[in-house]
């Protein structure tokens, strides 16, 4: 056999290899994350900088019984009396209990969420956390400055 071709014939099978490796079927899932419990639903994601920041969150259950069924579907459900923090850096800046209609609203002033001076297009981000049935959950937010 020819140099040439012996070359050629080692490169494609050492391809063909790694392409045969990539096919390799996995057992478990890579990302070891599990489905959040609710669906956190926020009104707003901008506020003027001379006003206080007003943000209403609706927490949701998801009732997955008819998602097969095209005429019911996924059906929303809100989720009332449950203990909500928000969250900024780290630290909980609010504890809040959703109502009958799964809502809680946060009232802040720029200053609190650590924008002493805001200027149009600063943000923060804002993490909506409480348990549901015995599972944890976070949903950010991005807040931004008009």
Known sequence: MNIKYTTKLFSALFAFSFLLMGCEKEDEMVVDRVVSPVLVVTNSSTSISTQS????????????SGILNNAIGIDSIPVSNLAIKVMLNN????????????????NKSWSELSLATPKAGSDVI????????NQAFTDVMKLQVK
């Open 53 to 64: 920041v007003n943000v209403t969150a609706t927490i949701y259950e998801l009732d997955k």
């Open 126 to 133: 804002l993490g909506w956390s409480g348990n549901h049935k």
């Open 91 to 106: 630290n909980a800046i609010a504890d809040l209990t959703t109502d009958a209609s799964g809502k809680v609203s946060l």
